[in-house]
Each structure stands twice: as structure tokens, then as C-alpha cells.
């Protein structure tokens, strides 16, 4: 994927950053609270977006968070400095498919809704792998494509103008490009039929 093709997702983020909080209402806060319950030690959130995330971490973890959208990460900021955060945290400019962090540095890898939106997402998840320790976890709610025919048909065919208006793909094929990434689901759960899934997976390593 090319740094073009990066550039102007980036570009598409940074516009919608002031109104992206009222876009984001398809994620239940109970989802984030029961991704979220059990994570400890040192977290990684990989597309932290506007923080949304943020209200849902137990105390005591040193959380980072990282958007390749200067935008994003400012309201992100703006979100951590209002609220009473019981645990440490870093907000990081960076891109999810070419992370500076060395290898086997997090226990915990948080993602929500983001590999509809990284460019290369194999390479996303293959760098969210490398940084995660071995006997970490990587877990996700993600929206992807429908199984029903129809409804993932329909999806193809939307899928252009989701794309050109915020950068996000509706119809990813994201359980396909998790086996591509060489890594392993360890727990699936469908949260709207087969279009919004909870899922926890193992690091390749």
C-alpha cells in the first residue's frame, strides 16, 4: 500500500475529527466496558481515534495510544486532559502498519473499529503481533463483511462512498486477513450477526 493511498485516509480522519464522536455511537459503551475489564500491565490501543475508549480502562495499567490522524489524537488529548484517568498514559502520533516500538513490548493490544480504516490491514495486524508479548492478548471489536450474501453484496456496492467520505471500509474481510496476518482466533463472538465481532486473539510468535 502505497504512502498516497495512507496520506489521504490520514487527510479523511483529520477532516471528521470534530464530529467523529457522534459517528461512533455504533459501538455500545458496554461493549468497550466488557472488551476492556480485564486488561492489565502495559496496553497498547493501536487507532485511538477521539479517546472514546478511554473512560472504559481499570485503573493501574500504563495505557498507550496511537493514531496515524494528528487530528484524531488532538480531541484525543482534549478527552484525557477533562477526564480523571485512575491509570498512566501516553498519546503517540504514529502509524499502526510501521510502529517504532520494539518487539514483544505490550501485555495487552487494544483495537475498535480500526482495521476497516489501516490502509494494509495484513501488515497491521502483523505489526500489532510483533509488538504484542508472547504470552499477551490482542483484542478487537471490529466491523467487517456481512456472511449473508445479500447483505455482504450490498456492502461491496456502498462500500465507495463510506470509503470517500471517512476513510472506512464497510465490507473488509477482516476473520480472511487475520488467518493471512499468520495469526490464530482465539475467541469469536458476533455482536450484530456477522457484521460486529468481539474477538481476542493470539500474538504469532
Not at 501488515?123 to 483484542?139: A, D
Not at 470509503?163 to 495469526?183: S, Y
Request: a neutral charge; charged letters at 25%; one cysteine or more.
Amino acid at each position: 500500500m502505497t504512502q498516497r493511498s495512507t496520506d489521504k485516509i490520514k487527510n479523511r480522519y483529520n477532516r471528521i475529527s470534530g464530529v467523529y464522536d457522534s459517528m461512533d455511537k455504533m459501538i455500545k459503551d458496554s461493549w468497550r466496558k466488557d472488551l476492556l475489564k480485564n486488561v492489565t500491565g502495559n496496553v497498547l490501543e493501536v487507532g485511538i481515534g477521539t479517546g472514546a475508549n478511554l473512560p472504559f480502562y481499570p485503573p493501574d495499567i500504563h495505557l498507550t495510544g496511537i493514531d496515524f490522524s494528528p487530528g484524531m489524537l488532538n480531541k484525543a488529548r482534549m478527552k484525557a486532559d477533562t477526564l480523571e484517568l485512575p491509570y498512566q498514559i501516553s498519546l503517540v502520533e504514529m502509524n499502526a502498519q510501521e510502529m517504532d516500538f520494539p518487539d514483544n513490548t505490550f501485555d495487552y493490544v487494544v483495537a475498535t473499529c480500526v482495521f476497516c480504516s489501516v490502509p494494509d490491514p495484513v501488515k497491521g495486524l502483523q505489526e500489532i503481533s510483533r509488538v504484542c508479548k508472547p504470552e499477551g492478548e490482542i483484542i478487537m471489536l471490529e466491523h467487517m463483511r456481512s456472511e449473508n450474501a445479500v447483505v455482504g453484496k450490498m456492502m461491496d456496492i456502498v462500500n465507495p462512498v463510506t470509503v470517500n467520505t471517512w476513510g472506512a471500509n464497510i465490507n473488509r474481510r477482516t476473520l480472511e486477513n487475520i488467518n493471512k496476518a499468520g495469526l490464530s482466533i482465539e475467541e469469536k463472538e458476533d455482536l450484530v450477526f456477522t457484521i460486529f465481532r468481539k474477538l481476542k486473539i493470539k500474538p504469532d510468535k
